[in-house]
Structure formats: structure tokens, C-alpha cells
């Protein structure tokens, strides 16, 4: 089979492997899509993400889906929990003490044709939904987690920094649970004009210097209630911190390149703010099935570029340059 593995900073080699055999309790999938995300440009450009750090050719992809042996179409959930640490069993299996998960560390992902996986992993998906679709529940799950970090109730108003996927699928399941003004920022044009489709009733370019006085004024002088920060730079970080209320929240789902965050906490402290940081997603799959089954929520549209495995570099270097929205790499 095919397979395409990190071997250091920006060099991703195509490799020729054995089909993997399936252990206990695990099926072996045929891959069919795979999403390229912001934590795999980490590895690609930084060769690591937080204090994980490449230390062997790695194959990455952790958004995607496939077909199982015996034909059964499925998205994947690429946590595999161990189901008996403390944290699993209060309901957190997003903090698992003995996490495995796919195009991290040690464990292989899915940039490749087949691969093994745990079989309490693998969701079922209706004929309504193609591969993509499939893909792309596993950013949805991050969205709707962090959204309910948020306890966004109807009537708020809610503001999201940085528009890539990520922050588009937060100012929809925002809007799906009744934000009733939602203010988005970004550096890139063709990101706000996207913010605006989904759901934004506003959108600001974050390097205008009026910005935070536009904010202001899209919430009658008052700020938002919840501010998701998706960009995971500072600058978008100082913005959700300045443009959110007293005692409101700020959720921080966006990853930093330098593995810090920092805030002002005389401001925080003054405002009286709730801070939390999205730790990936628990227990999302089967409503993030629901919800795209019902055309509740749009995924398939914010998939602009399409690129076979062979073609995965480019597929990356696409998404470095933070052109169009969602790359899927189709196996």
C-alpha cells in the first residue's frame, strides 16, 4: 500500500508498505479521505506540536474516513481512550491519561491507503454523507465542543478570531445555538467573506486598526458575551480578551507556534472573565453525524481543494499559504 510519512521539517516522502493486520478489537479500514488541519502544519512546519516532537517518519492525518473490510462506510474518531483511567470515567475521555491518537507522537495516522483502528472508534455514516463529508465530522466535533465549552444560550452575542475551518464551523454551531450576533475577524479577505455566509452577522479585517472600536459598536458598546479564540496567535488572543464583556467567557481552541498563550490579567481580572482551553473533542461524533445529516450544519462547502495522496506536499503547501479553506487529500 501506499503511505506518505514526515521524515523532518517540510519532507513528506511517499512509501511503499504492507497492508497492517488487524488486532483485537481493532478493523482494518481502507482510507478514502483524509482533512489536512492547522495541528498537522505544526508537524509539518515545526516539526512537532506543543511538546510532541517528530522523532521518527511519521504518518500524519487525523481527520478522516474510510470503508471497513466488510463495506461498511464510516467517519473515525482519531482518540482512542483507554476507557479506565479516572478521567474516562468522570466523562472526559478528551483528557485520557493514556490517549492514543492518529498523526501524533507514536501513532500513525491516516495519510496512507489502509490502516488499523479501534473498532469503538469507527461511526457509521449515511449514503447522504460522501467521504469528505465524513472527513470533515472531525472538525465539526472540535467546533461543537468548544461551543459547548462556550454555553452559548440564544440571544448572545458570541465573537470568533481567526476564520479558517475551524472558527466557520464555530460561527455555525454559534448560530445553531442561538447566538443572535455573531462577530467574526480575520486577516484574509476570502475568510470573511466565508464568515459572513455561515452565519457571522459581521466580519473585520484583524490588522484594521478600528477593529476593536467596530466590535464595540456591533454590540452596543457592551462586547460579547463568549469569545472563541481559532487562530491561536496573540494577536487574535489580545482581541478576544479586549472585545468580551464582564463576566463573560473566553474559550481558547487556536494553537500557538510557540507553545504559550498570554493575556492581560489585570484586564481578566478586572472583567472577571471565565477562561478554558479545548482540549479536541469528546463524545461528538454522533451528533456531528446528526447535525450534517439534517443540513443543519454545512461542512461539504468549506472543502475547496481536492489533491490524491501522491500529491500530498502540495496538498500542505496549499494550506500553508492559507489558501481557500479545507484541503482533503483523497486516497
Not at 475547496?304 to 501522491?310: D, G, K, S
Request: aromatic content about 6%; glycine content about 10%.
Amino acid at each position: 500500500m501506499k503511505s506518505v510519512r514526515l521524515h523532518t521539517t517540510g519532507d513528506l516522502q511517499l512509501h511503499e508498505e504492507e497492508i497492517p493486520v488487524a488486532g483485537a478489537g481493532d478493523k482494518l479500514v481502507r482510507i478514502t479521505s483524509v482533512g489536512v488541519c492547522g495541528s498537522d502544519l505544526h508537524w509539518f512546519a515545526e516539526g512537532g506540536i506543543g511538546d510532541a516532537k517528530l522523532d521518527r517518519p511519521l504518518v500524519l492525518g487525523h481527520e478522516f474516513a474510510g470503508v471497513t473490510r466488510d463495506g461498511q462506510r464510516v467517519a473515525i474518531d482519531p482518540a482512542v481512550p483507554c476507557g479506565h483511567c479516572e478521567f474516562c470515567q468522570i466523562g472526559h475521555p478528551n483528557l485520557c491519561e493514556n490517549l492514543v491518537f492518529a498523526g501524533h507522537g507514536m501513532t500513525d495516522g491516516a495519510m496512507r491507503e489502509w490502516m488499523t483502528w479501534n473498532e469503538r472508534s469507527l461511526f457509521p455514516i449515511p449514503d447522504s454523507l460522501s467521504d469528505d463529508d465524513g472527513a470533515m465530522l472531525e472538525p465539526l466535533g472540535v467546533a461543537i465542543h468548544t461551543v459547548d465549552l462556550g454555553k452559548v444560550r440564544p440571544g448572545m452575542s458570541v465573537g470568533v478570531f481567526g476564520c479558517g475551518p475551524i472558527g466557520l464551523l464555530i460561527i455555525q454551531m454559534a448560530r445553531l445555538s442561538g447566538a443572535a450576533n455573531i462577530v467574526a475577524t480575520d486577516k484574509l479577505a476570502h475568510r470573511l467573506e466565508a464568515a459572513k455566509r455561515y452565519g457571522a452577522s459581521q466580519a473585520f479585517f484583524a490588522e484594521d486598526d478600528s477593529r476593536l472600536s467596530q466590535i464595540r459598536a456591533a454590540t452596543e458598546g457592551r462586547g460579547v458575551h463568549v469569545a472563541f479564540d481559532a487562530a491561536g496567535v496573540q494577536e487574535a488572543i489580545d482581541d478576544a480578551f479586549a472585545a468580551v464583556r464582564p463576566g463573560g467567557k473566553v474559550i481558547l481552541a487556536g494553537i500557538p507556534e510557540d507553545d504559550r498563550t498570554s493575556f492581560s490579567a489585570s484586564m481578566a481580572r478586572r472583567k472577571g472573565l471565565t477562561i478554558k482551553l479545548v482540549r479536541r473533542m469528546k463524545h461528538t461524533y454522533p451528533r456531528a453525524i446528526e447535525l450534517v445529516s439534517k443540513g443543519l450544519v454545512d461542512v461539504r462547502s468549506l472543502v475547496t481543494h481536492r489533491f490524491p495522496l501522491e500529491r500530498s506536499a502540495e496538498a500542505f503547501r496549499v494550506a500553508q499559504r492559507r489558501e481557500g479553506l479545507k484541503i482533503i487529500i483523497e486516497v
